[in-house]
């Protein structure tokens, strides 16, 4: 699967993202940042985008 395929996908952030950490999207943890904002271990999130390996999140 590629990264792209993620786009538009939630998940459940695993750790708090402060911006960086880990969510779990589909079942897998996947290594994503968001832009800037501290989010709390257990948040909702929705993958925004794609940079390079970078998967960018938000709260949902």
Known sequence: MS??????KTGVAKTPLRPAGTATIDGEPVDVVTLGEFLPAG??????????????VKET
């Open 43 to 56: 948040t909702t999130i929705l993958v925004t985008g794609v940079e390079g390996m970078r998967i960018i």
């Open 3 to 8: 990264l792209k395929e993620l786009i538009g």
